[in-house]
Structures are given as C-alpha cells and as structure tokens.
C-alpha cells in the first residue's frame, strides 16, 4: 500500500504570500493518479487538481500542481482569504483503492 | 448540475450495523462512466475512502474494512448504501458519499481518477 505523507503539518502564511505544499509518496506514483482538495470546516472537500497538474473545472488559476514519481506540489501563488484551509492529497491505487495524505492546514499568519 | 445527499441514523449501538444512503439528484447515476464512492472523517483526523461501487454493481473496498463493509446501488432510486457491521467508537466519523471518476475522460480525452461532487456529509456516533 501507498503511503502519503504531506509536509508542512500547518503552514503559517499571510495573504497574498506564496504557498508551497508538498505530498511525498512511499512509492512511485503515476502523476494520473494524484489529486489535490481544498477542504473548509464543516464543508466536503473540494477537488482542485487532478492528474497531478490539471486545474478542475472553476478552480482560479493560482492554484497549480507539479511533479511525478514520489514527489508533488500544490503551489498558491498569492493566498486569498478564502484559500485559508485543510489541503490533501490524494492517490489511486491498485486493487483499485485511493489513499489520502494526512493534510496541511494552511492558516492566518 | 449533479449533487448528492447522504440520510441515515446519526446514532449507532456499539455492535450494531451503521446504514446509509446517497442519494443522486439532478441526474441520473447511470449517466457516464463513474464509481460510487463512500469516505469517512473522524472529528480532527483525516479522510479514509471506505468503498465504492458502479451501477454495474461492482465494488472495490478499502482492506482494513473489508471484512465490516458492504456497498449496493439501487438505479431505479438513483441511490447507493453503505453498510458497516460491527460498529466501535472508531467507526464515529462523518460519511461522505462521492462521485468517482476512474479511467478514461472523454473530456479530457486521457485517463483521469479524481472525485468531483461530494455530498455535504453526514455525522455517525457510535454509542451506547
């Protein structure tokens, strides 16, 4: 089984500052298979970025994705308030199953 | 545009079965090429995929529950159910259910895996 590991735990940022997420995996990941989500409280999450770099369908384009093999990326160019919340990754495994990183929490410096 | 709504018992007996049911509105659950996804959140914690299932009827589970779970859809409802047997208090979590795409776009045009419509969830104690 896959494991994900997210890093930082908390990013403490301010808005319009840059932030750099990170999603490593224990073994080589196709990039087809790695998502992103957005999650607020007491909301579902929301689907950012699928195939590691491919923005879904009403997502503002400063966030992006990038990487391969083990090591992605979740990058917000200039944080919005609203982009203050819980991001996790996510893959697609054999069997079939899907594994989830344990999230970054994104918060007001 | 499609959404979907989890409805069940927000209370559950130590031992007993948990139940729920999503329900697809605003389409129909046939409609493309997806899997059926259900995944749960323990207040604080991260998010664990529980299962899924196509309206084909077949399902796929997550190992360490496999045993506990099972998965069925119902077409003529547009609906489809989770069930998790011989529930503990580490079965408290919120349930969301999930549309689930797994394998080709014509969208896109490539392979894609992601999940894109969510239900808002719903919370399961487990107690006695």
């Known amino acids: 089984e896959i494991v994900l590991t997210q890093s930082p735990g908390t990013l403490s940022l301010s808005p319009g500052d840059r932030a750099t997420l990170s999603c490593r995996a224990s073994q080589s990941v196709s990039s087809s298979y790695l998502a992103w989500y957005q999650q607020k409280p007491g909301q579902a999450p929301r689907l950012l970025i699928y195939g590691a770099s491919s923005r879904a369908s009403g997502i503002p384009d400063r966030f992006s994705g990038s990487g391969s093999g083990t090591d992605f990326t979740l990058t917000i160019s200039r944080l919005e308030p609203e982009d203050f919340a819980l991001y996790y990754c996510q893959q697609y495994g054999s069997s079939p199953t899907w594994t989830f990183g344990q999230g970054t929490k994104v918060e007001i410096k | 545009q499609v959404q979907l709504q989890e409805s069940g018992p927000g209370l559950v007996k130590p031992s007993e079965t948990l139940s729920l049911t999503c329900t697809v509105s605003?389409?129909?659950?046939?409609?493309?090429?997806?899997?059926w996804s259900w995944i749960r959140q323990p207040a604080g914690k991260g998010l664990e995929w529980t299962g899924r299932i196509n309206t084909s009827g077949s399902t796929n589970y997550n190992p360490s529950l496999k045993s506990r779970v099972t998965i069925s859809v119902d077409t003529s409802k547009n609906q489809f159910s989770l069930r998790l047997s011989s529930v503990t208090a580490a079965d408290t979590a919120v349930y969301y259910c999930a549309r689930d795409k797994s394998g080709y776009s014509g969208n896109d045009s490539m392979d894609v895996y992601y999940m894109d419509v969510w239900g808002k969830g719903t919370t399961v104690t487990v107690s006695s």
């Open positions: 605003g389409g129909s659950i046939n409609s493309g090429s997806y899997y």
